[in-house]
T-cell receptor
Framework: NAGVTQTPKFQVLKTGQSMTLQCAQD?????MSWYRQDPGMGLRLIHY???????DQGEVPNGYNVSRSTTEDFPLRLLSAAPSQTSVYFC???????????FGQGTRLTVV | DAKTTQPPSMDCAEGRAANLPCNHS???????VYWYRQIHSQGPQYIIH???NNETNEMASLIITEDRKSSTLILPHATLRDTAVYYC?????????????FGTGTRLQVTL
């Protein structure tokens, strides 16, 4: 079982560049979400989705877009990267409640 | 979702039980208590969850008070590999269930 797969693992961007962080899960989970983790801040929810075609904002959505065209994939797009978006990004998925979240191994993004 | 309060750090001797407290005094009747941990910069790992009864699995035990306003995660025989940040979160069973937010957790240091 692959679980939740995130690509790339590491990325360096220049300010103003755009990119997409990929997240895929093979567990047929309906719920998927993106978090960012900064030192001393814990995990903060960026966007989430309760199923294909449905997305919603979390705590810190500005500067990020998401889409959910399939159950398996939930990409996170940075439209115009800023140094403030330097962080570790985690994707997670879950089946219907009350099951727990499964997390990917993270993408470490640096914006210079 | 209800807010949670955890001590920022705790120490535990290897082989001893580690008891990690969590306060969730505003928890609603349909909200579950979940525990996760994060080792180094890896993705968070699900440990256990419960609604009102005590729960046990191969990793840990979860004790929830009768009024459900607090809970304790118990690692019965802590090892050095249990050194991690432990997150206590609450999650509703319906409605905004998917909007899950992590706090800053408790950093558990297991020592020889």
């Amino acid at each position: 079982n692959a679980g939740v797969t995130q690509t790339p693992k590491f990325q360096v961007l220049k300010t103003g560049q755009s990119m997409t962080l990929q997240c895929a899960q093979d567990m047929n989970h309906e719920y998927m979400s993106w978090y960012r983790q900064d030192p001393g801040m814990g995990l903060r929810l960026i966007h989430y989705s309760v199923g294909a075609g449905i997305t919603d904002q979390g705590e810190v959505p500005n500067g990020y877009n998401v889409s959910r065209s399939t159950t398996e994939d939930f990409p996170l797009r940075l439209l115009s990267a800023a140094p403030s978006q330097t962080s570790v990004y985690f994707c997670a998925s879950s089946a219907h409640l009350p099951q727990g979240l499964f997390f990917g191994q993270g993408t470490r993004l640096t914006v210079v | 979702d209800a807010k949670t309060t955890q001590p920022p750090s705790m120490d535990c001797a290897e082989g001893r039980a580690a008891n990690l407290p969590c306060n969730h005094s505003t928890i609603s009747g349909n909200e579950y208590v979940y525990w996760y941990r994060q080792i180094h910069s890896q993705g968070p790992q699900y440990i256990i969850h419960g609604l009102k009864n005590n729960e046990t699995n191969e990793m840990a035990s979860l004790i929830i008070t009768e009024d459900r306003k607090s809970s304790t995660l118990i690692l019965p025989h802590a090892t050095l590999r249990d050194t991690a940040v432990y997150y206590c979160i609450v999650r509703a069973h319906t409605g905004t269930a998917s909007k899950l937010t992590f706090g800053t957790g408790t950093r558990l240091q297991v020592t020889l």
